[in-house]
């Protein structure tokens, strides 16, 4: 029934910038106990945690990775959620997917809705 839609990936030089958005629709309208987060998978990997938020914004999480350099946000007005990645390295290279839940305390990978990922790339 939801629908995510994950755009803005693309190729960009170490050290620049992008903007990925996840668009939601199709299902019921978001609530505080939702969860949306964003996860990567490079080739040969396993896919890995990113960052999440909470759809009422009281909680939010970065992979230690990304810490000090990748935001997460959310539109509740356009149910759509965000990262903003500053300071690209190689290693960020991989597809990246938005997910949707209901509620915070279930494992770490166990989402409800998956959109089909987006691709970025980023050169040495």
């Known amino acids: 029934q939801v629908q995510l839609v994950e755009s803005g990936g693309g190729l960009v030089q170490a050290g620049g910038s992008l903007r990925l958005s996840c668009a939601a629709s199709?299902?019921?309208?978001?609530?505080?106990?939702?969860?949306m987060a964003w996860f990567r998978q490079a080739p040969g990997q396993e896919r890995k945690f990113v960052a999440l938020i909470t759809w009422g914004g009281g909680l939010i999480i970065h992979a230690d990775s990304v810490k000090g350099r990748f935001t997460i946000s959310r539109d509740t007005a356009k149910n759509a959620v965000y990262l903003q990645m500053n300071s690209l390295k190689p290693e960020d290279t991989a597809v990246y997917y938005c997910?949707?839940?209901?509620?915070?305390?279930?494992?770490?990978?166990?989402?409800?809705?998956w959109g089909q990922g987006t691709q970025v790339t980023v050169s040495s």
């Open positions: 199709g299902g019921t309208p978001a609530s505080s106990n939702y969860v």
């Open positions: 997910a949707e839940r209901v509620g915070i305390s279930r494992p770490r990978y166990d989402y409800d809705y």
